[in-house]
Structure formats: structure tokens, C-alpha cells
């Protein structure tokens, strides 16, 4: 049941509700389920144990509930030989049998009890997974690609020929005075699903002559799609379902076809993405290179890769369904691509293509370039898990860094954990805090400020006051001399005044005298 | 299928385009599958009613097990004296999809004789479990996060064929804003149909004018499939009859309930809507009911628990603000309170400087009241200076005029005596 391919998902739902009433067998796959437990069942291994901790699934099917129905009526019989009750009293339970497909992150429960029981029949919740993708269908899918690569590599043509459609993309020039980043979203549907794709461009990237700088919009337009889903998480009110999620799930990174190895920007810039976002290298215009360079040339790319300490995507390998095409194609990377529109007519078909005088280099003929594999791996086969990466991973790695950086912590000095409200009540109080110091510090600014002026004006005002005590000092310096002066005059005067009044009463006493002597 | 044309529509910044060829995201929702598959799924459902309503037996026909059984005993036979809120885990598997089903119980639900509050501890759990998934969900650093919402709550109504007990209405009323709630009418084998019938309408009149609300299912686009949720919409509140015997009908083995007078088929159609719960709930909408639980009910907690958080409790604060996290919030808070100090910080520098002016102005006109009074006191002495030298110019004139009458007096004087000492000398002769 596990290729759904072209079967629209509902038939499939209604498929199940038809067969209500007894449960029939449904499918091949039912079968092959009770055969195993029949197996399990000789080895005798019936023992009830509710603590096997770690329970793990059990074959479904086979019931030793005494024959049901009709068509279970066979098996049932080597069920009940090989130990099973037939009574309707406790249910011996077939233990342990380790699927492949024991879900790892439900052992969380590991320390809890956990029964693992067997079904009497068809339930019918095996169609959740249908379920769940016929929600996300009518949801839609959205993906986001970040296109890394010098100015004129083949990064809007590689666009057109994987989506089969003419993007609107106008020429970049070589003469930007920087990288910027250039999203465009665009609605695409195949047969019933939806997809909101939105190709991001790096304008500029190479073709300044100081490149050092070269990857900090990159970086800068990673991290602000990450901020933006943080922030929309942790809105009280938020709408996750509907949220457009803008976040890079894949970053092709197009590597120029030198022939020789990484350019130095290359591995810088690799190196400062490589924790933010998945990355597929690619060799862009791998028609420039031949069969035995490109060989060389991609052992070159992934050794130099390795010794920087570069992470790139790798497909996964754990779920057995496509563990092995994935790791078929991990071996392959970089892949060398080539991208066309253009359409050549080769022998009685029509192909994109791209012509030469000497040959027709063919964009899906897997002996001329790696196209097909890099659309097979990135869209057909690992689409949903590098949305899951993203999240999962990058994302998560952004929110912990941030958190951490705002001084959230899980848990507090004693190491007990600390429940979110606990948190924000204490970043709260901090806050809170924080702002009465500064209230505090502003305050006491002031106070000083208040003081010091206070002081200098006290300051001038004695300086005043000892100018006005000195200018006193001299006035009375000044009234004295005058006063001096005054009795200096006063006292000259009255000598002067004593002085002709004896004069005078002189002389009048002697013009008598003369009057005598004139007598005489 | 896939139209050659290249039209072009523009919805602001995104295009609709159409493709030329096969790309092969066709191929997204397959890959949705072979992941949550491996992944595994799980679910809570939890059971309320009073005891011997036939919860019990309602869980294993559901699931076709026994969930319940003599070791694992049903709510009805774990009574305590108080209502306990328990849960039991059980691990099931078919078709390679693997189902982790907690059967949540509420063991003494309505038992009592005063059955005030009974419901609380249900509340509790419910908001327990959404308090340790927001927890686990706010962490930094943040594991797999296992889900123990409840997603789906059975409530069971006794069949008595008159309508909703107070205590059911309670119990709705306080929990469907909390958990989805899909009430079942139990033991519907006592019922005729059109009792059922009945006893249905009179229920969803209570229901309706109570304002209570239950569980509803999606709209569809799907005309078929809308066509059908109509009819199970008439149907509602599903009256179900449960059973863990098997009994021969007509040479087929059904599960039933064996009566003198018939069989009554758990999984037939006419005679209770068992086989509707069990499609609706299991096999059509067990994730749209984790959906709802997801989107609606642990939002609304999430948004109450986190707003309380953020305003401490302040009411006034409900209806702004609610878009921001409560960091943002902060983050405004800190803001506003920077312009607030600003302002504050700008009236005290006010304040100050005009109170320096003052001060200053003071000083400049003390200052200058005693320039001037250093100025007038100057003129005046000045002026008696002036005086004073006026009077000794006019003591020195009158001292000199005197003086030069006085050398005059004393010349004639002298010339005087002169003269007479010459005439007298010329007496003598």
C-alpha cells in the first residue's frame, strides 16, 4: 500500500468506506501480514507482557478470536494449533516483532505502559496517511529554492527547463554594486496539486571586485525568512496553517565548469550557508566540459568540500523505499547540468536541447548531463524532505540560537525546568525591572545634574557677593579719603577764619594805636 | 490533463503558470505518505458518561479489540470515590500504518449523588495536556513533541428517550470550547426508531439552544462527499449499540446482541449508527478532528494562557495586541517606555533650565542693581569730591584775596609807618 501514484485520494477514502460492514481482507497485503504472525505464532512466543516497553508494532491481521468471518477461517485454524485461545477470555498476545517500520519517535512513551494489541478484523484507520495527505493536497504545498551562482551561469534557464515554463526573468547586468536577492513566487499545478513556488535569485553575486561581502545578503534573506516564521510563531494570536511559509528549503549552489576545483568564494560562501540551509552543488553548463574532466573535476569539488568542513544535502538513506536510488545519487554529486528551452528535433523527436556544430547536447539524455537526476532527487523523490530539513533542522538550529540570544533558557540555575509561563514571567519581571533602573538612573542623573548646577550658581553668587564686599571696601576707602580731605579743608578753613579774625581785631586795635600816637 | 497553452495570470506578486510538460511534483503527496507513515500516527480519544452506558464495549467494537477486558477493566469498574481522569496506551497496527491510541477515561463521571463539578478534573486533564504541549512547544531546544491533547471526546448519553440531563448539559457547555465533543446516544437497542428519531431532535433542540458546540464536520468543495456529510449531519447525535460477542445471522457472523426476540447488529445500519461513528470518526475525519484540536482548541488556549502571561492578568489589554508575541509585546512595552522617559527626560531638562534662567536672571539683576548702585554711589562721591574741591577753590581764592588784601594793608601799613617815621624826623627839625 504504498505507491498511491496516480489514484486521486478520495476514491481511495471512499474505497474504504464502502467496505464497512464486515471487514473483508483487503488486498494481497493483509494476507502476507497474517502469514508472518502464523510465523511468529510457532515460535510460541505468547506471552503477555504489558511492560515490554519497548512494544513495537505487531502484525495486524491475525486474531485469535475464534473464526470471524469466512475468509479468515483458514488461517485461523493454525492459529488456534499453534497457541492461541479460542476463548474470548484473555488474548494471548504475539509479542515483539520488529518491524522496519517502528515509528522512533513515538519511543518517547518508551517509559510507559503500552499495549501492543491485535485487530479482529479491519478498522479501517489505515487510511490516515490518506487522510493526512488529502488535507495537505487541498492545503496546497509551497517550496522555496534560493539560486546561488555567478551573474550569466545558467541559473534562470536551469530554472525554466526543470518547471517546464518561462519564468519572466529580464537579463542581470555585471555592474551591480552588490548581491540582492530577488524572490518571485509563482502558482503551479500538476494534475490536483497545487504548488506555490517562489524562485529566489542572487543578482550580483561575483561580479564585484571586492567579494567579501558576496554572502551576507544571502545569509541576511535566510535569516529574515527564519525570523519571520519565529516571529509568526510566537504571536499569541497566530495562524501557522495558513502561513506562507517563505522559508529557503533548498539552495542550489552553481559551480562555474572551470575544470580545475572551487573557487575561493565558492567555499566561503558554501561555508556560511551550509548550517542555514540544505545545499545541492551543481556544476552549471557541464557542456563545456568533457567526460573525463567532469570526472575529475567532481572528485575534486566534493574532496575540497570535505576538508572545509562543508555540509551539503545528502538524500536520505533510512527509509528503504528510496534509500537506495538516494544513495545511488549521493555518490553522483555535484551534478553537472545542463539547461535548455530550445527545442531540437533528434531522430523523429523532439527534445530540449541545445545545438551545437558538433553535436546536440541533450538536456534528459542522462549519458550527456546529470538533469534528470537532479530533477528525480529534487522534486520526485526528496521534495518533502527538504521541507522537512528545513524545519526540522535549520529552522529549529535558527530558533534555538535566538531564544538563546534573548536569554530564554529551559531551564533555571537549579536545573529544574522551567514551564513558559515561569519563563516569561521572569523575563518579565527582568524587564520590569530593567526599566525602573533606567527610570532610576535618569532620576539620579538629574538629581546630580540638579545639584552640581546648584553649586556653581552658589558659586557665582558669592563671587558676586565678594565683588559687591570689594566694591564696598573701595567706596568706603574712597568716603573716607573724601571725608579726610573734607576735615582737611574744614581744618584749614577754621585756621584761615581764626587767622583773619585775629588779623582783624588786630588791626582794629591798632589804628587806635596810631590814632594815639597821632595825638601825640 | 495538462493544458499547452502559456497563459498568464497575476495575483500581485505570484503567477499562475501553466506547465509544459511533466515536472513531477505531482509526486509531493506520495512522498507526504511514505513519511507519515514511517512516522507513525497517534490519537487521544477520550470517553465520558456515567457508569454502564457501554463505553467499554462501544471502544472495542470501535477498535475490534479488547481494549478493554477482565486484566484491563472499563471505567464502570475502576469507580473511586472521587471522578479520576486515566489514560491507557495501546499500540495498533494494520495495513503498515502503525496507530498509537490513548483511550482517555473518566471512571466515577457522574456517579455520585452530588455530582456538582464533577466535570473539573476533566478540564484539568485537558488543560493539562495542552499546558504540557505548550510547554514542550515553547522550550529552546525543542525534541520530537509528543501530542497528548485529547482530540476527540465520546460523550454518552443514557438513552432515556426525553432529552439532555442537566449534568450532560453542564458538561458540554464547560468543554466544547476545549476539546471536540461528538455525543453519542448509548444502549440504543432500547429505543424503537422513532423513539430515536425523537429523543435525536430533542436532543439537537437542547444542544442548539444551549449554544453548545459540537463537533462539526468540514465543509468540501467534493459535491459527493458534501451530499454524504449532509445525511450524517441529520442524523446527529449518532445513537450507537456496542457488543464483544459475535453471533451467527443468517449464516454470517456478525457482532450482535442476542435478544429472544432477535438479533441487534452492531454494524447494520438500520438498527444503530454504529458503522456511521465508526467510518466518521476513524476512517474519514480522525485527522481533521486532530486538525480542529490543533488549530482551534489548543490555539484558544495557547492565545488565553500567553495574553494572561503578557498583561499580567489585565483585562483591558484583550482585544489590542493579540498579534504580537508576548516578546513583541515587551518589546513595545520597552519602547513606549523609552518615549516616555524621553518626554519625562525633556520636562525635567525643562524644568532645569528654566529654573537656571531664573536663577541666572536673578544674579544678572543683582548684578546689575549693584553695578548701578556702585555707579550712584561713585557719583555721589564724585560729586562731593567736586564740592569739595569747589570749596577749597573758593577757601583758596578768598584765602589769597584775603592774604593779598592783607599784604596790601600791611604795605600801606608799612608805608604808613613810613611816612610817619619820616615826618617825624622832620619835626625834629
Avoid at chain 2, 121 to 132: A, G, H, Q, R
Wanted: proline share 4%; aromatic share 6%.
Amino acid at each position: 500500500m504504498v505507491t498511491h501514484g496516480c489514484l486521486p485520494v478520495s476514491l481511495h477514502v471512499l474505497a474504504c468506506n464502502v467496505s464497512s460492514g464486515i471487514p473483508e481482507l483487503s488486498g494481497s497485503s493483509s494476507d502476507v501480514a497474517m502469514l508472518k504472525s502464523v510465523e511468529l505464532n510457532k515460535e510460541g512466543v505468547s506471552h503477555r507482557n504489558p511492560l515490554s516497553a519497548a512494544a513495537s508494532p505487531l502484525a495486524a491481521c491475525s486474531s485469535p478470536l475464534p473464526a470471524l468471518l469466512g475468509p479468515h477461517s483458514v488461517h485461523t485454524s493454525t492459529a488456534l494449533s499453534s497457541g492461541g485461545g479460542c476463548s474470548l477470555g484473555p488474548l494471548p498476545q504475539t509479542t515483539a516483532h520488529r518491524s522496519a517500520m517502528a515509528a522512533t519517535d513515538v519511543d518517547v512513551f518508551s517509559n510507559e505502559e503500552k499495549r501492543s494489541l491485535s485487530l479482529g478484523g479491519h478498522v479501517g484507520f489505515d487510511s490516515l496517511p490518506d487522510q493526512l495527505v488529502s488535507k495537505s493536497v487541498t492545503q496546497g504545498f509551497c517550496f522555496n529554492i534560493l539560486c546561488v551562482g555567478e551573474t550569466g551561469i545558467g541559473k534562470s534557464t536551469l530554472m525554466n527547463t526543470l518547471f517546464n515554463t518561462m519564468f519572466e526573468n529580464e537579463e542581470a547586468s555585471h555592474y551591480q554594486n552588490g548581491v540582492y536577492l530577488r524572490p518571485r513566487t509563482y502558482d503551479l499545478q500538476e494534475s490536483n496539486v497545487h504548488l506555490k513556488l517562489t524562485i529566489v535569485d542572487t543578482v550580483g553575486f561575483g561580479d564585484q571586485i571586492n567579494k567579501e561581502d558576496s554572502y551576507k545578503p544571502i545569509v541576511d534573506y535566510i535569516d529574515t525568512q527564519f525570523e519571520n516564521y519565529l516571529q509568526e510563531e510566537l504571536k499569541i494570536k497566530r495562524s501557522l496553517f495558513n502561513y506562507h511559509d517563505t522559508r529557503i528549503h533548498i539552495c542550489l549552489y552553481f559551480i562555474a565548469p572551470t575544470g580545475h576545483s572551487l573557487k575561493s568564494l565558492d567555499l566561503v560562501t558554501m561555508k556560511k550557508l551550509d548550517s542555514k540551509v540544505n545545499i545541492i552543488p551543481i556544476i552549471a553548463k557541464a557542456d563545456t566540459i568533457s567526460k573525463s574532466e567532469l570526472h575529475k573535476f567532481k572528485i575534486k569539488i566534493m574532496s575540497e568540500l570535505v576538508s572545509n568542513g562543508v555540509q551539503i544535502y545528502q538524500f536520505p538513506t533510512d527509509d528503504e523505499t528510496v534509500s537506495e536510488i538516494n544513495a545511488s545519487m549521493n555518490a553522483h554529486l555535484p551534478f553537472a547540468v545542463v539547461g535548455s528551452v530550445e527545442e531540437v528535433k533528434v531522430g523523429n523527436k523532439t527534445v530540449r536541447a541545445r545545438q551545437y556544430p558538433w553535436g546536440v547536447v541533450q538536456v534528459e539524455n542522462e549519458s550527456h548531463c546529470d538533469f534528470v537526476k537532479l530533477r528525480e532527487m529534487l522534486i520526485r523523490v526528496n521534495m518533502e524532505d527538504l521541507r522537512e530539513q528545513t524545519h526540522a533542522r535549520h529552522y529549529e538550529l535558527y530558533r534555538r540560537c535566538k531564544l538563546e540570544e534573548m536569554g530564554f533558557k529551559d531551564t533555571d540555575p537549579d536545573s529544574q525546568p522551567f514551564s513558559l509561563q515561569e519563563t516569561y514571567e521572569a523575563k518579565r519581571k527582568e524587564f520590569l525591572g530593567d526599566l525602573q533602573r533606567k527610570e532610576e538612573e535618569m532620576r539620579q542623573m538629574f538629581v546630580n545634574k540638579v545639584k552640581e548646577t546648584e553649586a556653581e550658581l552658589k558659586e557665582k553668587e558669592r563671587e558676586l557677593h565678594d565683588k559687591f564686599e570689594q566694591l564696598k571696601r573701595m567706596h568706603q576707602e574712597e568716603k573716607r579719603k573724601v571725608e579726610e580731605k573734607r576735615r582737611d579743608l574744614e581744618e584749614e578753613m577754621n585756621a584761615f577764619n581764626r587767622k583773619k579774625v585775629a588779623t582783624e581785631t588786630l588791626s582794629l586795635s591798632q589804628p587806635l594805636k596810631k590814632d594815639k600816637d597821632k595825638k601825640n | 490533463m495538462l493544458p499547452r497553452s502559456s497563459a498568464l495570470f497575476i495575483f500581485g506578486s505570484q503567477q499562475q503558470k501553466n506547465l509544459e510538460g511533466y515536472v513531477g511534483f505531482a509526486n509531493l503527496p506520495n512522498q507526504v505518505y511514505r513519511k507519515s507513515v514511517k512516522r507513525g500516527f497517534e490519537f487521544t480519544l477520550m470517553v465520558v458518561g456515567e457508569s454502564g452506558l457501554g463505553k467499554s464495549t462501544l471502544i472495542n467494537s470501535l477498535f475490534l479489540t479488547d481494549l478493554y477486558s477482565p486484566e484491563y477493566p472499563g471505567p464502570s469498574h475502576r469507580i473511586k470515590k472521587t471522578v479520576q481522569v486515566e489514560q491507557s496506551k495501546v499500540l495498533v497496527k494494520e495495513g503498515g500504518v502503525q496507530l498509537l491510541l490513548t483511550i482517555v477515561d473518566t471512571p466515577g463521571f457522574g456517579d455520585a449523588v452530588d455530582n456538582s463539578n464533577c466535570w473539573q478534573p476533566v478540564i484539568d486533564y485537558i488543560d493539562n495536556k495542552f499546558e504540557d504541549y505548550l510547554n514542550a512547544e515553547s522550550r529552546v531546544n525543542r525534541r520530537q513533541m509528543p501530542d497528548s491533547r485529547v482530540q476527540c471526546c465520546l460523550y454518552f448519553i443514557a438513552p432515556s428517550g426525553h432529552g439532555l440531563k442537566p449534568l450532560d448539559i453542564e458538561f458540554m457547555k464547560r468543554l466544547h470550547e476545549k476539546v471536540n465533543i461528538i455525543p453519542l446516544i448509548a444502549k440504543a437497542d432500547t429505543m424503537t426508531p422513532e423513539e430515536c428519531q425523537q429523543f435525536k431532535r430533542q436532543i439537537m433542540r437542547e444542544i442548539q439552544e444551549h449554544k453548545i458546540k459540537i463537533y462539526e464536520f468540514p465543509e468540501t468543495d467534493d459535491e459527493e462527499e458534501m451530499k454524504f456529510i449532509r445525511k450524517i449531519k441529520d442524523r446527529l447525535p449518532l445513537a450507537v449499540v456496542g457488543s464483544n460477542t459475535i453471533i451467527e445471522v443468517n449464516g454470517k457472523r456478525v457482532r450482535g446482541r442476542q435478544y429472544p426476540w432477535g438479533v441487534a447488529e452492531v454494524e447494520n445500519g438500520e438498527h444503530c449508527d454504529f458503522t456511521i461513528l465508526r467510518n466518521m470518526l476513524i476512517r474519514t475525519h480522525m485527522q481533521d478532528l486532530k486538525d480542529v484540536t490543533n488549530n482551534v482548541h489548543y490555539e484558544n488556549y495557547r492565545s488565553r494562557k500567553l495574553a494572561a502571561v503578557t498583561y499580567n492578568g489585565v483585562d483591558n489589554n484583550k482585544n489590542k495586541g493579540l498579534t504580537k508575541s508576548p516578546l513583541a509585546q515587551m518589546e513595545e512595552e520597552r519602547r513606549d517606555h523609552v518615549a516616555k522617559m524621553k518626554k519625562m527626560e525633556q520636562e525635567m531638562e525643562q524644568v532645569f533650565e528654566m529654573k537656571v534662567k531664573e536663577k541666572l536672571q536673578k544674579l544678572r539683576d543683582s548684578e546689575a542693581e549693584l553695578q548701578r548702585r556702585h555707579e550712584q554711589m561713585k557719583k555721589n562721591l564724585e560729586a562731593q569730591h567736586r564740592e569739595l574741591e569747589e570749596k577749597r577753590r573758593q577757601h583758596e581764592d578768598e584765602r589769597s584775596n584775603w592774604e593779598a588784601q592783607q599784604r596790601i594793608v600791611e604795605q600801606q601799613k608799612l608805608d604808613l609807618s613810613r611816612t610817619l617815621e619820616k615826618n617825624k624826623k622832620k619835626k625834629i627839625f
